[in-house]
């Protein structure tokens, strides 16, 4: 019998680096310029290549052009780009029911991906969640409902952080530049406090820790912050990974004050640092854990989960909206949990660490301008600095990204001074890909003078 219903097979695609046009070929160029005429200038793109397909690691442009993709999308299409458990099960749930409302009428899938994130996030205690669209939307939730339970409002976040582009989060970030400059006014209440920067402050967790409570004790008053939220390794921040002890002394002083404990795992969590949340390397268990980015396979969904008192303080009504918690988006989300079970995808990120960062060691052996090699699992990165002066090296930094880009490697920027590479390819990068992304690294670094 045959299937009428079966798609038109696309030759599948071979998973190799390949360059057939300039970067940008004339495709791109094209619809750059219809870009430039019809989206706003206040959207940019990283790199002016217009996507096709694609597939694991690798990106298609429109031009045909192949680039091995270290960025993921920012960390979003973590098990790799058209994942097939996650393209099957969006696709049957497409058919099945796209849109009811879940504070109309719920489905089964959203307490799923509830019920799987209350499983993988750190803490041995009943969980609840909320579902929704973004990271920033999970961020805002995070708050308010640190606000409801605690029946305070002060916000502690910490230098270097980034938590998106909505209105509290525009203040709770460190970047004026480009998040917030000139869309003030910003919402009240937010304190931000130094963090634990080894490669600059030279201090031990410790140190640092009693310095950031000092800060926070002296300048908003502990009884006064309903919350802190930190991101176990800062992400836009430039994969900043905190001295040891850090963390837990800050947990545990919000514990001691009754302060709400939250982990913004948006970036570094769903399996990304060789774990289910980042929080684990450092032996936190925060009180409520933000992801968003990696937990659909490439689907917008977002959530807040902890503990259930906390959670609950809410008034019914309280949280969610029009699109919170999707169903396809849950679906993908439920898949994407399945595939790093079944498939061990944990370890993959632990392989690539084991690939990538000897060899970013051997590049700083070479290019003295690396300052640090840094960052957990497929959540590595560059800091460069000039060797002299110690000066930032944001020109070095972009020139580098470019060079990469013109030979078919995506790399992205990091870093408050923008001079921080970070890598943070999907597991499915091949140890052949990774090779041969590296060798373009090393050529990208000679070609921009480094
Ligand atoms: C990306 C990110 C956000 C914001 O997520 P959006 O989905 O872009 O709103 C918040 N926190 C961290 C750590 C992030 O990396």
Same mark, same amino acid.
């Given at each position: 019998m045959t299937d009428t219903l079966t798609p038109p097979t696309v030759a599948p695609l071979v998973a190799e680096r390949r360059l057939v046009t300039a970067v940008p070929g004339p495709r791109s160029i094209a619809l750059q310029e219809r870009r430039r005429a019809?989206?706003? +200038?206040g959207v940019s793109s990283a790199l002016p290549v217009f996507i096709e397909r694609a597939h694991g690691a690798i990106l298609v442009d429109v031009d045909g052009n192949q680039f091995i993709d270290l960025g993921a999308g920012i960390g979003v299409t973590t098990i790799g780009h058209t994942d097939d458990a996650v393209v099957a099960a969006a696709q049957a749930q497409l058919a099945d029911v796209v849109h009811t409302l879940f504070t109309i009428t719920p489905y089964e899938e959203y307490v799923r991906v509830a019920e799987l994130l209350a499983e993988h996030t750190p803490g041995d205690f009943a969980k609840k969640t909320v579902l929704v669209n973004s990271g920033a939307e999970a961020v805002e939730n995070g708050v308010k409902i640190a606000r409801k339970y605690t029946g305070r409002s002060g916000v502690a976040v910490l230098e270097h952080a980034y938590h998106g582009r909505t209105n509290l989060t525009m203040a709770m970030n460190f970047k004026a530049m480009p998040y917030s400059l000139g869309f003030g006014p910003f919402a009240g209440d937010v304190y931000r406090a130094p963090n634990s920067y080894p490669l600059h402050d030279g201090l031990d967790g410790a140190t640092a820790a009693a310095r950031t409570i000092g800060y926070l004790e002296k300048t908003?008053?502990? *009884?006064?912050?309903a919350c802190l939220v930190v991101e176990p390794i800062q992400g836009e921040g430039g994969f900043i990974v905190p001295a040891d002890g850090f963390l837990p002394a800050l947990q545990e002083w919000c514990t001691t004050n009754g302060i709400v404990f939250i982990a913004?795992?948006?970036? *570094?969590?769903?399996?990304?640092?060789?774990?289910?949340?980042?929080?684990a390397h450092f032996g936190l268990v925060p009180d409520l854990v933000l992801s968003a980015k990696g937990i659909a396979g490439g689907l917008p969904l977002a959530g807040v989960t902890g503990r259930a008192e906390i959670m609950d +303080? *809410?008034?019914?009504?309280g949280l969610g909206g029009t699109f919170g918690g999707n169903p396809v988006a849950c679906a993908a989300s439920v898949a994407v949990f399945e595939r790093i079970e079944r498939d061990g995808l944990l370890g993959e990120a632990k392989r690539i660490e084991a690939g990538l960062r000897p060899a970013l060691e051997a590049l700083r052996e070479r290019y003295p301008v690396i300052a640090e090699v840094r960052g957990i699992g497929a959540m590595l990165a560059v800091e460069l600095l000039d060797p002299a002066t110690r000066a930032p090296r944001a020109d070095l930094v972009n020139a580098i990204a470019a060079e990469a880009a013109q030979r078919g490697v995506l790399v992205l920027t990091a870093g408050t001074y923008g001079n921080v590479l970070r890598f943070l390819p999907?597991?499915?990068?091949s140890d052949e890909l990774l090779a041969d992304a590296v060798s373009v690294l090393d050529e990208a670094f000679a070609a921009a003078g480094a």
């Open positions: 019809a989206v706003s +200038a908003v008053g502990a *009884s006064d912050l913004d795992e948006i970036q *570094s969590g769903m399996a990304r640092t060789g774990v289910y949340f980042a929080a +303080a *809410s008034q019914p009504g999907s597991l499915a990068l």
